[in-house]
């Protein structure tokens, strides 16, 4: 079975520019996750869908971090515009339960804001 | 305090050796609690849950102390490819308190 599909692997961009990460969850879980990880904050929730509805988008930065699920099988998340402190690596996972710590991670999409 | 604290290491131990780390949370009505492994520039992998009678899956043993408000992990018999980053998660009722620890570092050496 297919795991949780992350794109672009890595993406090299300057600041001001937007980025877009895609993220394909595992068909039938519910539940979808944005994580960003860096040195200094480790792991950190940014949003997360239950059913494809934003349930807690408290952990995103500002304004210009902003996040959709259009369906059951696709996810976005979009920095406009980005900035060197953004780069990081982040994560999208998905579970079948909304409030069990059982995540499936995709590989990761490894920004760099120069 | 953080709600999820675990000791960085990194703890640098010969292969066969023993070892164990913990992790101390600070929510008294956390739920559920897990270990996850992540390897260098890899995603994190769900390793074991742990239960409130303690689990254990070959040479990795977790236990829960609730009391106390820790989670433990103990590695029997290490090998090379135990070596990684381990995150202690705990989790508290909706997805938003699935909180992660920094993570403690495991280098086996030969």
């Known amino acids: 079975d297919a795991g949780v599909i992350q794109s672009p692997r890595h993406e090299v961009t300057e600041m001001g520019q937007e980025v877009t990460l895609r993220c394909k969850p595992i068909?039938?879980?519910?539940?979808l996750f944005w994580y960003r990880q860096t040195m200094m904050r480790g792991l950190e929730l940014l949003i997360y869908?239950?059913?494809?509805?934003?349930?807690?988008d408290s952990g995103m930065p500002e304004d210009r971090f902003s996040a959709k699920m259009p369906n059951a099988s696709f996810s976005t998340l979009k920095i406009q515009p980005s900035e060197p402190r953004d780069s990081a690596v982040y994560f999208c996972?998905?579970?079948?339960?909304?409030?069990?710590?059982?995540?499936?991670f995709g590989e990761g999409s490894r920004l760099t804001v120069l | 305090r953080k709600e999820v604290e675990q000791d960085p290491g990194p703890f640098n131990v010969p292969e066969g050796a023993t070892v164990a780390f913990n992790c101390t949370y600070s929510?008294?009505?956390?739920?559920?609690f897990f270990w996850y492994r992540q390897d260098c520039r890899k995603e994190p992998k769900l390793l074991m849950s742990?239960?409130?009678s303690g689990n254990e899956d070959g040479r990795f043993t977790a236990q829960l102390n609730r009391a106390s408000q820790y989670i433990s992990l103990l590695i029997r018999d290490s090998k090379l490819s135990d070596s990684a980053t381990y995150l202690c998660?705990?989790?508290?009722?909706?997805?938003?308190?699935?909180?992660f620890g920094s993570g403690t570092r495991l280098s086996i050496r030969p």
């Open positions: 996972a998905s579970s079948l339960l909304e409030d069990i710590g059982e995540l499936f």
């Open positions: 068909s039938g879980h519910n539940s």
């Open positions: 869908f239950n059913n494809n509805v934003p349930i807690d």
């Open positions: 929510n008294s009505a956390s739920q559920s």
């Open positions: 742990v239960y409130s």
């Open positions: 998660v705990v989790t508290g009722g909706s997805a938003s308190k699935i909180i």
